[in-house]
């Protein structure tokens, strides 16, 4: 079946911009993640949701970053007025159930902030 | 705060030769430990999950092992290809404490194998 789909692959941005990033999680998944992994560093963790609401999102590394899904499906990860150390790959994974559940990642979305 | 570490950073063998991969972890409270292979430009693959009662986990070349009280896991590859040239992920989920829904990362090992 379909895996975790994310859209852009790639997305270049000027700095002050503010850019979306979308995340598919596999049909039937009620649990969404999303982590960064930066240039030299481990993959974060952001923020996770289960259905609709996000109980932990202490993650996001500041008020520029937001996040929300809809529907119990589609996720959208927003970060305004884009910062050069945004720069990084945003990876989104689901999970079926319970967070104890296997995570299934996404291809990612590369950012580059000029 | 779990952290979780893995040596060597990269590493470059001959095709044919078996290898092992490290990961220590700072709180045994582990739920499960997993390894993901990431390919430049792509996502993670999954490649074994290992819960926190289980002392290996094998897949075809590969083969994960896991001593929880001593916070280490191994993952073994036997007679490497090309082709298993990839950074390495290792990844802990915390059994308790309310986080038991995020993945903790190493930084990774860069694996190259040449042909």
């Known amino acids: 079946g379909a895996g975790v789909s994310q859209s852009p692959s790639n997305k270049v941005t000027e700095k002050g911009k503010d850019v979306e990033l979308r995340c598919d999680p596999i049909?039937?998944?009620?649990?969404l993640y999303w982590y960064r992994q930066s240039l030299g560093q481990g993959l974060e963790f952001l923020i996770y949701?289960?259905?609709?609401?996000?109980?932990?999102k202490s993650g996001l590394p500041s008020d520029r970053f937001s996040a929300e899904r809809t529907g119990g499906s589609v996720s959208t990860l927003t970060i305004q007025r884009t910062q050069q150390e945004d720069s990084a790959v945003y990876l989104c994974?689901?999970?079926?159930?319970?967070?104890?559940?296997?995570?299934?990642f996404g291809p990612g979305t590369r950012l580059t902030v000029t | 705060k779990q952290e979780v570490t893995q040596i060597p950073a990269a590493l470059s063998v001959p095709e044919g030769e078996n290898l092992v991969l490290n990961c220590s972890f700072t709180?045994?409270?582990?739920?499960?430990l997993q390894w993901f292979r990431q390919d430049p430009g792509k996502g993670l693959t999954s490649l074994l999950l290992?819960?926190?009662?289980?002392r290996e986990q094998t897949s075809g070349r590969l083969n994960a092992s896991l001593d929880k009280s001593s916070g280490r896991s191994t993952l073994y590859i036997a007679a490497s290809q090309p082709g298993d040239s990839a950074t390495y992920l290792c990844?802990?989920?915390?059994?308790?404490?309310?986080?038991?829904?995020?993945?903790?990362f190493g930084k990774g090992t860069l694996l190259t194998v040449n042909p």
């Open positions: 990844a802990v989920k915390l059994s308790s404490g309310g986080s038991n829904y995020k993945l903790t």
């Open positions: 949701f289960q259905g609709n609401s996000a109980p932990d």
């Open positions: 994974a689901s999970s079926l159930v319970r967070t104890i559940d296997e995570q299934y």
């Open positions: 709180d045994s409270a582990i739920y499960n």
């Open positions: 290992i819960q926190s009662s289980q």
């Open positions: 049909s039937g998944h009620t649990a």
